[in-house]
């Protein structure tokens, strides 16, 4: 993971606000917000205040400070991605992802998830180059999730707070790419 990926999760975190952060670091709160809201890019940040940033998501982590509500919206985003993946790859009018999981997902997360990684990567054949990289992105978000996380205990509704999170991100990549 590079520095702006940890700044961006660390900004995204729902357990840690801004002004938590601004006061471990000393990076202004109002800084914190505009890049936390897109108003300012993470790539013109200063270097000190992003090795700063780095340094405490580099610590939150290592303290496992990851809430259950983090482990709600690790799974959304992943639910997410393979959603997407979903929509490139399978043949049309086989159901979507989200059509066949939303109501087991939140119920039996890992078996869920297991089961849809498993169709999807079925499909591997056809990955380009465009979906290597939301393959990659996956595999990024799938990092952040501990052994003791990848389990079935239920999750919270935050999930769907990143589920669209992230279909809103790759939909507007795929829109900036145009």
Request: glycine share 8%.
């Amino acid at each position: 993971m590079d520095i702006r990926q940890a700044i961006e999760k660390l900004l995204a975190d729902p357990s840690v606000t801004n002004y938590q952060i601004s006061k471990a670091t000393g990076v202004s709160q109002v800084s914190l917000n505009k890049f936390a809201r897109g108003e300012s890019n993470i790539d013109n940040m200063p270097l000190g205040n992003a090795l700063k940033l780095y340094d405490y998501y580099t610590k939150l982590k290592e303290e496992g400070a990851m809430t259950g509500e983090s482990r709600d919206l690790l799974f959304g985003r992943m639910l997410g991605v393979l959603n997407v993946l979903g929509e490139r790859l399978f043949e049309k009018g086989k159901p979507s992802i989200d059509e066949k999981s939303f109501k087991k997902f939140p119920a039996k997360p890992a078996s869920t998830f297991e089961r849809l990684h498993k169709e999807v990567m079925d499909y591997s054949h056809k990955f380009g180059e465009e979906e290597n990289r939301i393959l990659a992105l996956f595999d990024e978000l799938l990092s952040e999730l501990s052994t003791e996380d990848f389990n079935d205990s239920p999750l919270g509704g935050t999930y769907l707070l990143g589920y669209y999170r992230q279909n809103h991100e790759l939909a507007e990549y795929k829109r900036k790419q145009k």
